[in-house]
């Protein structure tokens, strides 16, 4: 009698798994998924090997021990997708063996938004890498979703042309993982967001159907797509805007022991006539990586960069010096010689440093200096402090707040979610919000989408019936034994961390 009950009770406890362990996949349906994809899409683009499931079971950055128990596991299979159909029938056998998929690109996010939660199958989009057509006269380019953004550019230098704006993680970061996910970066304060220059997108439907996207409606529409994270479907190719190559280029560096004087620099150079392609501030700890010898830790870094016609860019000059001059700054402007500037951060860089990678937040210039100031504070208790904020807009700056740890050894980088609720907290009270929303945000979810969040979270039920793609995150929260996280439990984490 005693060891039926205890039968049972494991049954149970394994239906809704144990401390993240999740339900263990019983191997004939797990075999019976893998070789429903091996005979529907081939042998050669679907990989049951232990390297490749066990890389890509979260992002690039590994996450505290706690919460990897709780909310991943590693995938069934990884799907190495040959063409756009391939996607949309790797959906299709999902369904039908109603299994989740996760899609995968650079995975440069760091949010959680590309883990496997529960036993998945990871599509990685990044062999979908064709430079599919540039049209130089249109100032067009038409890319499939996997190409990165060095890939793009250097595709696009060699027609004389440039994107116009690109996420500073382009190294790694891909054309479909920007367009899901914030679409802001390098060069949108000149040129606007990356969803508002792309024209029309394929996307394979969790449904299994490959459509095109464009600009009206709602359920196939760009709206639905972009900031998402892959939940309404796989973007699988995407046609956006580029520009001519620039005539000039110019950079100007100018560093300053105050934080004060440093955010009204920010503030002025926003307003700038003449406006630039970037601008940048950044901890002085950073300057070494961005250009030789710039900085220090005792310092902070101001970077205007100029981009465009030889007449503007060369006038600017004048403009840096008077801005030195209002504000009474006793510095100087540094001019850089374009060979010595790292434009994409380097991302193993970072890494090697033994840096964490806490989050990234969008507020208003005005409110830079304050959410700094409190961030810095609560940051110097965990490390040294490592920032960077890049005007993206008139009315946004997208801050990446880090710390390094003390001691740190090179492999012991991990994603610090703690701190990153905390900014995320942190953020909405001086009225601005989270950057990307993954697993780690999801409590932010409805903040961040604004107003689209409850139309969303329909069109995501319309399509997505049973929840197949990229479940457990954005709209619900959702650990791999497939019990819920409450969202308010994480809030109350970041409110009573403030204090
Ligand atoms: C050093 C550094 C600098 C960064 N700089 C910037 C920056 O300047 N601007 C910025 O916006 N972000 C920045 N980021 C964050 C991140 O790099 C960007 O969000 C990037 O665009 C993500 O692209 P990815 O290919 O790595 O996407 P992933 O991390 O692989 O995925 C992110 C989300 O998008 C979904 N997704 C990915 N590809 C697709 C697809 N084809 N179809 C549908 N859904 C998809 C995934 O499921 C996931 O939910 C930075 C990150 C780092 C580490």
Redesign the pocket.
């Known amino acids: 009698m005693r060891s039926r009950k205890r039968i049972r009770i494991q049954r149970k406890a394994r239906k809704i798994g144990f401390l993240g362990k999740g339900a263990p996949m019983p191997s004939h349906e797990r075999s019976e998924i893998v070789e429903s994809l091996r005979l529907r899409i081939g042998d050669e683009v679907v990989s049951t090997d232990e390297h490749d499931l066990s890389r890509r079971q979260c992002?690039a950055q590994p996450l505290q021990s706690l919460l990897g128990k709780l909310f991943l596991s590693k995938p069934v299979a990884v799907v190495f997708p040959d063409s756009p159909r391939c996607v949309a029938e790797a959906l299709d056998v999902c369904i039908e063996g109603k299994t989740p998929a996760?899609?995968?690109?650079?995975?440069?996010?760091?949010l959680g938004?590309?883990a496997s939660v529960g036993k998945t199958i990871v599509i990685d989009?990044t062999t979908l890498n064709l430079i599919v057509e540039i049209d130089a006269k249109k100032k067009q380019s038409t890319v499939q979703?996997g190409c990165t953004w060095k890939v793009v550019s250097s595709a696009l230098r060699s027609e004389g042309l440039a994107p116009l704006a690109f996420?500073?993680?382009g190294i790694?970061?891909?054309v479909?993982?920007?367009m899901?996910?914030?679409?802001?970066?390098?060069g949108t304060l000149q040129h606007g967001c990356f969803h508002e220059m792309v024209s029309s997108m394929e996307v394979a439907l969790p449904s299994g159907l490959l459509v095109s996207a464009g600009h009206d409606g709602l359920r196939y529409s760009m709206r639905s797509f972009a900031r998402t994270?892959?939940q309404m479907g796989?973007?699988t190719r995407l046609t956006f805007d580029v520009r001519s190559l620039p005539e000039q280029k110019a950079t100007y560096v100018l560093t300053t022991s105050k934080l004060d004087e440093a955010t009204e620099i920010l503030q002025e150079l926003t307003a700038l006539k003449i406006k630039p392609f970037h601008i940048m501030l950044m901890s002085g700890n950073l300057g070494g990586r961005f250009a030789p010898g710039i900085g220090d830790s005792s310092r902070h870094i101001v970077v205007a960069h100029f981009e465009g016609n030889q007449k503007d860019v060369t006038r600017v000059k004048d403009d840096l010096r008077h801005i030195l001059k209002k504000l009474e700054v006793n510095s100087e402007w540094i001019y850089l010689r374009e060979a010595d500037i790292h434009h994409f951060?380097l991302?193993e860089d970072?890494r090697a440093r033994g840096g964490v990678?806490a989050g990234e937040v969008m507020i208003e210039p005005s409110g830079v200096g304050v959410l700094l100031r409190q961030a810095l504070w609560k940051l110097k208790h965990l490390g040294e402090p490592v920032y960077q904020c890049?005007v993206v807009s008139d009315e946004r700056v997208?801050m990446?707040l880090a710390y390094r740890k003390r001691g740190a050894r090179v492999q012991a980088v991990e994603r610090d979610v703690w701190s990153t609720l905390l900014l995320g907290y942190l953020s909405l009270k001086l009225g601005g919000r989270p950057y990307?929303i993954?697993l780690w945000n999801t409590p932010f979810a409805r903040e961040i989408l604004g107003g689209e969040y409850s139309q969303l979270k329909i069109v995501k039920t319309e399509t997505d019936r049973l929840g197949i793609v990229?479940p457990g995150r954005v709209f619900y929260l959702k650990m791999s034994s497939g019990l819920p996280m409450p969202c308010w439990l994480l809030k109350s984490f970041a409110r009573v961390a403030r204090r």
Do not use: C, F, K, M
């Not at 996760?102 to 760091?110: D, K, L, M, Y």
């Open positions: 992002d996760v899609v995968r690109g650079g995975a440069t996010a760091g938004g590309v989009v979703a996420p500073s993680s790694e970061s891909t479909g993982g920007w899901s996910t914030g679409g802001y970066g390098i994270e892959g796989v973007i951060v991302i970072l990678l890049d997208l990446r990307g993954g990229n």
